[in-house]
């Protein structure tokens, strides 16, 4: 027999009844039922229940067992009571009559517990990570990530892409993010950064004749903390393609990324064709770029029912400024004053004045709207927004005026509040669209001058007659991202592989030729010896994982991921090194002395 296991602790049932095996694992718990004691043993695959009797020449040992000490097990295998099986645990059939225990390895006192998944302060579960990762739901969650990667080889692999691995270190990249940079001991006073993304060495290879790539790339940013990604660093599946249009990279990939949320869905839905939905359209409607699709929830303008209406607020607003809009969000089932005054609070909470609302109600057999905003505009207009929003009686609708470039955000949230608070959002589904058409450019206030929107190499559409003849930031790009349940997942476009084209573009951002060369000098070097149309994206794996196993954080599917101070509490970094270290890379402390 094996020196510790003949068998894992997931394997046992009932055939193996009457034979004699090996297991090893960790003590899970120990319970003691009137002299006979049950323990839990655990180990990777599984769990399975040993049982000992005061008679056994291992009941003496087995009495001074605690939970985690790492135990080898022989015993035989017994089929248990009818009313003792647990047909949620894959053992459940059997449990194993105890005839020898070895202790391989004895555990302190634990700073936290590890059966069960109750919460526990963060810093200490980060610091003693490795007791963490044990209990069951982590655990499991790290394995469904491994399986969700070799998913994705496979189908990206069966869709015709070769895995590259580029570089880590790198050349510092001005654009985007900050950098982390390491410091070079060879040559002084240089530094390599660490890649925000494999953007121009995936650019490289297509240039270099290779057509189909893909990794599953690490990228670095030394960013804030962000509720959606973890300091440091994340992981993406990066891809590019050659002689493409923007359908071809959009045609290949949502059956790819659709494959993987129906394998790991566990039955949910999932959106068999994503929509297409432009850029200016997702903030008209969804007041977001990355829509929750599961709200059914629409927005609309009604500007013109409040234009010289008897409400002055709205009317003076759009009377005096061309750009005012008055948009409605729809509330259906939300038709209480109790509700609409709770949904004002909450906008007065958000640094709001307000939220205006009708709702309508059955008032002697008659349909009518009620609120102020009913009162101060009449029925007539009343009706036309209840007729237009396809409202009825016990629905509600809320208004939103202004600039919609600078409220659209605002009616988002009011959207994505109302859809919750009135239980709308069906969140046992998986609701996937494509985000497309976005601005090229935009408006830098602070600097008064047009700046690239999103990815400097992407496609203008139109190409260099746009960048000649029309208003920068009337131009859209070839730029994409994929949405679901409200998260972005994954963004990309078609390059901008033309030397005289990207020179154009940059130039209109106020970076000239020579800034051109410095910053991208190998991809533009590259664009002179003929490169080929391509395009590409990089979706979230870390995004993916966690909407496909329903965590609430990053955390719960990250291996040893770093708190939101950016510190790894369990191997104690950022640290500081020795005085030799920096001597040897040429580098002088000078900290802030505040």
């Known amino acids: 027999m094996h020196r510790y296991r003949s068998h894992t602790c997931a394997q046992l049932n009932s055939s193996e009844v009457g ?17 006979l004691l049950f323990i839990d043993l655990r180990d990777h695959y599984g769990l399975t229940q040993c049982v000992v009797d005061p008679d056994s020449s291992a009941f003496a040992l087995a009495e001074t067992l605690r939970a985690e000490w790492v135990v080898r ?3 035989e295998v017994k089929a248990r009571a009818a009313d003792a099986v647990n047909p949620n645990l894959p053992t459940g059939e059997i449990e194993l009559f105890i005839n020898e225990i070895e202790v391989l390895s004895k555990a302190g006192e634990l700073p936290m517990p590890v059966f069960g998944d109750q919460e526990y302060p ?42 590259f691995q580029t570089p880590i270190l790198s050349a510092s990249s001005p654009e985007g993010a900050r950098d982390f940079l390491v410091p070079s001991r060879i040559h002084e006073g240089k530094f390599y950064a660490l890649p925000q993304a494999p953007q121009q060495y995936k650019q ?53 990324i659709r494959g993987i949320f129906e394998e790991f869905a566990e039955g949910k839905p999932v959106t068999q064709n994503f929509r297409r939905i432009p850029y200016a359209e997702a903030l008209r409607t969804y007041g977001s770029d990355k829509p929750d699709l599961r709200n059914p929830i629409e927005m609309q303008a009604v500007t013109p029912h409040f234009a010289e209406s008897g409400f002055k607020v709205f009317a003076n607003m759009i009377a005096n400024d061309p750009k005012v809009e008055i948009w409605a969000v729809p509330a259906k089932t939300g038709g209480s004053r109790a509700f609409c005054d709770r949904m004002n609070s909450w906008a007065q909470g958000e640094g709001q004045p307000g939220l205006g609302y009708i709702f309508w109600r059955e008032e002697g057999g008659a349909l009518e709207g009620a609120g102020p905003l009913a009162k101060n ?15 009825e009686a016990g629905d509600a609708c809320f208004f939103v005026a202004g600039d919609p470039a600078k409220f659209h955000r605002f009616a988002g949230d009011a959207r994505t509040r109302v859809g919750e608070e009135l239980n ?31 990815n400097p190499f992407s496609m203008p559409q139109g190409g260099m007659e746009a960048l000649e003849n029309e208003d920068p930031l009337s131009i859209k790009a070839y730029q994409y991202d994929m949405v679901c349940n409200g998260f972005e997942i994954a963004s990309g476009g078609l390059r901008n592989h033309l030397p005289e084209l990207m020179i154009k573009a940059f130039g209109i951002a106020g970076l000239g030729p020579d800034v051109v060369e410095e910053r991208f000098g190998g991809l533009y070097r590259a664009f002179q010896y003929g490169a080929p149309p391509h395009g590409g994206m990089g979706a979230g794996l870390d995004r993916i994982v966690m909407l496909l196993v329903g965590a609430k954080n990053l955390r719960e599917i990250t291996l040893f991921p770093m708190n939101q101070q950016a510190e790894d509490l369990l191997m ?23």
Request: net charge negative; proline share 4%.
């Open 19 to 35: 034979k004699t095996v090996r297991l090893s694992g960790w003590v899970h718990r120990v319970r003691d039922h009137g002299g």
């Open 73 to 75: 097990i022989d015993g």
């Open 122 to 163: 963060e810093d200490i579960r980060l610091r003693y990570r490795f007791l963490d990762l044990r209990r069951e739901a982590l655990h499991r969650n790290i394995m469904t990530r491994t399986k969700i990667v070799a998913a994705m080889r496979r189908e990206m692999t069966n869709a015709g892409f070769a895995e």
């Open 204 to 256: 490289l290879l297509m240039t270099s004749g290779f057509d189909r790539y893909f990794q599953i790339a690490p990228c670095f940013r030394d960013e804030d903390p962000r509720a959606d990604r973890l300091p440091g660093e994340f992981y993406q599946l990066d891809l590019e393609m050659s002689f493409i249009e923007q359908e071809d990279v959009l045609a290949t990939m949502e059956p790819v």
């Open 377 to 391: 505009i009449g029925p007539e207009r009343t009706e036309a927004i209840r007729t237009q929003m396809g409202l």
């Open 424 to 454: 709308l959002v069906d969140t046992e589904r998986f609701e996937l669209c494509w985000i497309v058409d976005f601005p090229f450019y935009e408006w830098n206030e602070d600097e008064k001058r047009v700046d690239f929107a999103h």
């Open 572 to 594: 104690g970094a950022p640290s500081s090194v020795s005085a030799k270290q920096l001597r040897e890379l040429h580098i002088r402390v000078n900290l802030d002395t505040k």
